[in-house]
């Protein structure tokens, strides 16, 4: 069992920047690929970054590809997204998952291929 902790959210302007982190505990960091999501109000979860066990590939929705950064500290037993140039449109509570890993190249970007989720954290970007 792993257990995700997410912390960092809070109120930001628009064009602003926060940092998430998530810290886990339980079984080997490093055997996990790592991955954020978000929901908005009334909105279904959606994928935002995830990084392979390693750090060595990471991949990002679209939408925030050029603002966000996903990373990893395995020392530390820690993810990390930093938010960048944030947009009103990027209000929403934001989980981190993990999920083990099947190799440097497995990236999975679906929810439903998670098995561990944080508690989320809520990002407010106001105008």
């Known amino acids: 069992q792993v257990q995700l902790v997410e912390s960092g959210g809070g109120l930001v302007q628009a064009g602003g920047s926060l940092r998430l982190s998530c810290a886990a505990s339980?079984?080997?960091?490093?055997?996990?690929?790592m991955a954020w999501f978000r929901q908005a109000p009334g909105k279904e979860r959606e994928f935002v970054a995830v990084?392979?066990?390693?750090?060595?590939?990471?991949y990002y929705e679209d939408s925030v590809k050029d603002r966000f950064a996903i990373s990893r500290d395995n020392a530390k037993n820690t993810v990390y997204l930093q938010m960048n140039s944030l947009k009103l449109e990027d209000t929403a509570v934001y989980y981190c998952?993990?999920?083990?890993?099947?190799?440097?190249?497995?990236?999975?970007?679906?929810?439903?291929?998670?098995?561990?989720w944080g508690q989320g954290t809520q990002v407010t970007v106001s105008s």
């Open positions: 998952a993990g999920k083990t890993s099947r190799g440097i190249y497995y990236l999975p970007k679906t929810s439903d291929e998670y098995d561990y």
């Open positions: 339980g079984r080997t960091f490093s055997n996990y690929v």
């Open positions: 990084i392979s066990w390693s750090g060595g590939r990471t």
